[in-house]
């Protein structure tokens, strides 16, 4: 996708979300994030209407629900935070005409710590356990802070409602991370390695960043410091954090960490398999990073079949009419399938794209475009692609991500789990036969 597409779909969502006048988003974080969508291989309209959704502020947490500090995120409105007081100090500034005292300091739980500003005075003390509801976060010079203001409400309450913070590591398999987890300590292979360069307050900075597993799964990393890091490594990393991102976990870690280099052969790269993962674990989970489910096509859902894209940008188009384009008379075809696939555990919707959707029906976009050509009825396709899949049992691989929907693995791959190929090849080869005699 070119940039130009990439702008006009950040002009959609701008645009949508221009009714909301209070939410101001920022065109650089929409395409910041947009691109990252992209980069996991998220459809652009799912994408785009997720992004929607996000900044009209449809997906603040509800009240009550804790976050842990590591996993704080920038111009977040509606934070609730169960923390200590790490230290507190005040200032005199000048509004306008009048004078008032705001508090600073530091705040922390078991995941790691955060910069605040108090707007006003909460009578709060060094050493104090809080439960803060309503705060919001804004990022400043490239550091993420914690506000206090009128709107937030602040009790005091007990130390043993705060474990301890522990700045001693735990050992984790990469199957149990979780957002907010600090101190964390793996063993990992790492699969992938590479360095690029970030400004960091002004001043350039090497970050390392891949993807390294475990028997348990695979996982994203981020590393701010060289550690001499290379693809096929086998490292006992020690005092890093947990982040996530649509559910997917990245282990970072810093010249805090300590990292060991350990016998390569430790972990092979044959024992990192894909994980199969319970559909309830996975949606729990809010998704990961290549895992498969098993599960029974509960649903074949609208959007499936063949369908008509913009040439130029991309966008599914109906009646000839692109969105931003107007109209086309050389729209694009091709083929997908959106499932919902259950697994006794639970549900989760599935995107396959046309390649994936090509191998696992045994059917190539121009034979299908055939069988609607034949009919004269694209339903033909819809009914035929229902008859193949539906209550069948299917095994999906790929990136699982979360949002407003639900959780969604988009497929990398899709196989039948319960059909004997033999036979089916067996039957064919009858129908074959019976037709040719
Ligand atoms: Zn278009």
Redesign the pocket.
């Known amino acids: 996708m070119t940039d130009d597409n990439i702008q006009s779909y950040i002009d959609d969502i701008l645009d949508a979300l221009s009714d909301d006048s209070d939410k101001k988003v920022s065109r650089e974080e929409l395409e910041k994030e947009f691109k990252k969508f992209l980069e996991y291989g998220v459809p652009v309209e799912h994408a785009k209407q997720t992004l929607i959704k996000k900044f009209r502020g449809d997906t603040e947490r509800p009240m009550g629900e804790r976050i842990p500090i590591a996993d704080i995120q920038p111009d977040k409105t509606g934070i609730n935070l169960l923390c200590r007081v790490i230290n507190i100090n005040s200032r005199e500034i000048t509004s306008g005409k009048e004078k008032r005292k705001i508090f600073y300091g530091i705040l922390g739980d078991e995941s790691g710590t955060i910069g605040f500003t108090a707007w006003k005075d909460f009578n709060i003390e060094k050493g104090d356990i809080l439960e803060i509801s309503n705060a919001y976060a804004r990022e400043w010079q490239g550091n993420i802070r914690i506000n206090l203001g009128e709107r937030t409400r602040i009790e005091k309450t007990d130390e043993e409602k705060l474990a301890e913070i522990s700045y001693k590591p735990r050992e984790y398999k990469i199957r149990d991370l979780r957002s907010g987890l600090g101190a964390v300590e793996l063993i990992v292979k790492i699969l992938d390695i590479k360095k690029r360069e970030v400004e960091v307050d002004g001043s350039k900075k090497s970050v390392y960043s891949g993807i390294f597993g475990d028997e348990t799964g695979k996982a994203q990393f981020t590393s701010w410091h060289d550690f001499d890091l290379k693809k096929g490594d086998v490292i006992r990393v020690s005092g890093g954090y947990v982040k996530t991102w649509r559910g997917i976990p990245q282990l970072i870690f810093d010249e805090k960490a300590t990292v060991e280099k350990l016998d390569s052969n430790k972990i092979l790269t044959k024992d990192i398999k894909t994980q199969k993962i319970p559909i309830h674990e996975l949606v729990e989970r809010h998704g990961g990073l290549d895992v498969m489910v098993e599960g029974t096509v509960i649903e074949i859902r609208e959007g499936s079949g063949i369908i008509t894209r ?1 040439p ?2 991309s ?1 599914v ?1 109906q009646d000839q009419e ?1 969105s ?2 107007g109209r ?1 008379q050389d729209g694009l075809q091709d083929i997908r399938v959106k499932l919902v696939i259950d697994d006794g555990t639970g549900s989760i919707n599935a995107i396959l794209g046309r390649e994936v959707t090509e191998k696992l029906l045994g059917k190539t976009l121009d034979e299908w475009k055939k069988t609607a050509e034949k009919t004269k009825n694209k339903d033909t396709v819809i009914e035929e692609i229902k008859n193949m899949l539906f209550a069948h049992t299917i095994n999906i691989q790929g990136n699982a991500l979360s949002d407003e929907y639900g959780t969604t693995i988009i497929a990398k791959n899709a196989e039948f789990a319960d059909i004997d190929i033999n036979n089916e090849f067996d039957n064919l080869y009858h129908e074959l036969e019976e037709e040719i005699q």
Do not use: S
């Open positions: 913009c130029k940008c966008r188009i692109c931003v384009h086309i």
